[in-house]
């Protein structure tokens, strides 16, 4: 028994040894270029941008003549009615489109029996998670395990209301201060709570468009005077409470993957608690803005995320006549949902059904076996995210998307099924093609695209 152990334990040591060769092999080339697919190996929040690889909406959203999503998502619920008399009028108008009214929620604290909860939920709301105590910041004075805690019991709290299956997590004060923190990801979102139950989105990062986007008409994203029209949503040298702000992506109006098993849906900057800090309760110059938005997000074919508040910072009117803009400029480009919604139509057409980026909690426990596999990159290198599927419990596979045609190619590679993982994309070899390390208990196995085929170390050489 110990000597097949400690023999296993020499053949797993001699293929880590061969990996790490490889690995030292391969640094000449990682450093000439950079490894551009690094963040795929770590716990990275604001990696992408302008050059990014996209991930357009008719990639995910599974819906003909679609471009754009919507998701309004209204923050700090802790009484229902308050809330119904805000979103009423917004609601009605959302129902008028296709008699839904695809609305988020991200609640503190709710009596999951109320009975306003279920008459949203039948007509096509959701409730998400916003923490029980709203705390900010949520890591305040170090204490981790007071952190998991609300965060843990808001999940199991909304979770508890029937009918409702909440996904999506927005963190306390995220448009006002730097409460974001890779912490969060792996030591919070990552496990799962006391009743067994994970997330599967946040919704906390802010993507500000900018002139620095040729694809964007210039009176879209600046003033008449050329100024940033959006930028200045975003304090600096004021030495004002809120400066130094960070939690910021710049023209990526897209879904993105933190740490392998989170969905990243951007929020759009700005909030209405960052008009008011600039420029007061109710200003029309934020419809004026949020109208800019979201002519942009369809030209980008992105996702546009709103946060707002029943606070009076923006008036219940003023996202009426922005659904009124999306109606009559874009008619049915523009798809309203809620974050649910979003993330089914996410795992059915992007990743292609399955599990999702995270399995099922209770057979694989976190920190790391919750991982279903799933690697999100540009494969063949035409600025559109690609799906690589590659753990044992699924078939190995490549979804390759097709934009002329809006549909996908999928192949399956060889020799992949012998192996639990994969460890580690790279940029490894001169002609740029991605190439992939996979491990099991004892084996571990490089292959490189070349051409449209996955070649191992063995036939490439
Ligand atoms: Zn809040």
């Not at 880590?16 to 990682?30: D, G, K, R």
């Not at 949203?120 to 170090?142: F, K, N, Q, R, Y």
């Not at 992105?302 to 029943?310: E, R, S, Y």
């Not at 190439?435 to 996955?454: F, I, N, V, Y």
Request: proline share 7%; glycine share 6%; with cysteine.
């Amino acid at each position: 028994m110990s000597g097949s152990c400690t023999a296993r334990r020499r053949l797993t040591w001699c293929h880590v040894l061969s990996s790490l060769s490889l690995l030292l092999a391969h640094t000449a080339c990682v450093s000439a270029q950079g490894n551009q697919l690094a963040h795929l190996d770590r716990n990275s929040l604001y990696h992408v941008g302008l050059n990014s690889p996209k991930l357009v909406t008719p990639q995910w959203v599974g819906e003909k003549g679609v471009e754009a999503v919507v998701i309004l998502a209204i923050d700090d619920m802790r009484d229902p009615g308050l809330y119904e008399a805000f979103l009423r009028p917004v609601l009605q108008r959302l129902k008028k489109i296709d008699g839904r009214a695809p609305v988020s929620i991200m609640a503190n604290s709710v009596r999951p029996d109320h009975p306003q909860l279920q008459s949203w939920l039948g007509e096509g709301l959701s409730i998400e998670v916003h923490t029980i105590d709203h705390p900010c910041p949520l890591l305040t004075a170090g204490d981790l395990p007071r952190a998991k805690s609300t965060y843990d019991r808001c999940v199991d709290l909304l979770g508890r209301i029937p009918g409702n299956r909440p996904v999506a997590f927005r963190m306390p004060c995220c448009d006002s201060l730097n409460t974001v923190s890779p912490r969060f990801f792996s030591e919070i979102f990552n496990r799962n709570t006391p009743a067994g139950n994970h997330l599967k989105i946040d919704t906390s990062i802010f993507n500000v468009f900018t002139s620095d986007d040729p694809d964007i008409p210039r009176e879209l994203v600046q003033e008449s005077d050329g100024s940033e029209r959006f930028l200045k949503y975003i304090p600096h040298n004021t030495d004002g409470p809120y400066d130094n702000f960070v939690n910021t992506i710049r023209n990526y109006p897209y879904p993105y993957v933190i740490n392998r098993t989170c969905w990243e849906f951007p929020c759009l900057a700005p909030s209405d608690w960052e008009s008011q800090n600039l420029q007061g309760n109710g200003n029309p110059r934020l419809l004026t803005d949020w109208k800019a938005a979201l002519d942009i997000t369809v030209i980008k074919q992105g996702v546009m995320c709103l946060v707002f508040h029943p606070a009076g910072w923006c008036q219940n009117s003023q996202l009426v006549e922005l659904i009124n803009h999306a109606v009559s400029k874009h008619g049915t480009k523009v798809k309203f949902l809620n974050f649910r919604e979003a993330h089914d139509r996410m795992t059915q057409h992007f990743l292609g059904g399955g599990p999702g980026l995270r399995r099922d909690s209770k057979a694989f426990p976190p920190p790391s076996k919750n991982d279903a596999g799933y690697r999100i990159l540009d494969i063949n290198r035409d600025g559109y995210q690609d799906v690589v599927s590659g753990a044992s419990t699924t078939k190995a596979s490549v979804r390759i998307w097709q934009p002329g045609s809006r549909n996908w190619k999928t192949t399956t590679f060889r020799g992949a099924e012998r192996f639990s993982e994969i460890v580690h994309f790279g940029i490894v070899r001169p002609n740029g093609q991605p190439s992939m390390l996979l491990r099991s208990q004892q084996q571990a196995l490089w292959l490189h695209l070349e051409g449209d085929r996955w070649r191992s170390d063995s036939e490439s050489l």
